[in-house]
């Protein structure tokens, strides 16, 4: 999904692939001012083969013992109890209420600089979309622990590859903005419409009870 994203961006002009990560360097030397930055972390070899695959196995490990606090919550907590109400209504509902959570840091300026206001919508969006997402796989588990993975991928290799890219406005650009927020929906919808659906409409919270396996 952050690749697609990436990849569309970059063909309507939203975002200029950068295989030298300039801009995290650029911004690393501003909060180290004075301090040079070793040339092997420069290197085709770090830049293009150490960092992707570091962020895609010990970063997913690392990241996922802190998102699998917050899917312990959203997915293995929340979510079951919303069963009641309907699959969807119970993973849309927990996007809301899991986007709603970000907007304090949202509003400080964090994720979308330029647009804090606008940003707490995006976010909010952003979340719905793949709490429809970490929900299908929720349900189709019965568990939170691949949540927590996805979750963990989401926050390491995806949103590292960005550090690939610049000039673009995260409002709309990337994996947060709203080209990354549409290439996200049309994975839930395909996940609901093609998965298996009518597995996932009729649990109606059968299949997940508040007392079912994390």
């Known amino acids: 999904i952050s690749l697609s994203a990436a990849f569309l961006s970059v063909l309507l002009g939203q975002a200029r692939f950068d295989p030298y990560a300039t801009a995290m360097w650029e911004m690393t030397q501003k909060a180290h001012p004075g301090k ?10 770090f830049l293009w083969v150490l960092m992707p695959l570091t962020n895609l196995t010990f970063g997913v490990v690392i990241t996922s013992l802190f998102t699998f606090g917050e899917e312990f919550g959203w997915r293995g907590y929340l979510q079951v109890r919303l069963m009641r109400y309907g699959t969807l ?3 849309v ?12 840091i949202i509003l400080q300026g964090h994720n979308y600089p330029k647009h804090p206001q606008i940003g707490t919508l995006l976010m909010i969006a952003f979340c719905v979309v793949w709490s429809v997402i970490l929900g299908w796989m929720r349900v189709r588990s019965g568990s939170v622990f691949p949540c927590a993975v996805a979750h963990a991928s989401l926050n390491s290799p995806a949103a590292g590859m960005m550090t690939y890219f610049r000039n673009y406005d995260t409002a709309v650009g990337m994996l947060t903005g709203v080209i990354g927020i549409g290439v996200a929906a049309g994975v839930a919808f395909a996940l609901w419409q093609l998965a298996k659906p009518h597995q996932m409409r009729n649990s109606g919270g059968r299949s997940l009870s508040p007392a079912g396996d994390i």
């Open 36 to 45: 040079p930055v070793l040339e092997f972390f420069r290197s085709p070899l």
């Open 89 to 91: 209504t119970a993973m």
């Open 93 to 104: 509902l927990t996007g809301i209420i899991w986007g709603l959570w970000h907007a304090p």
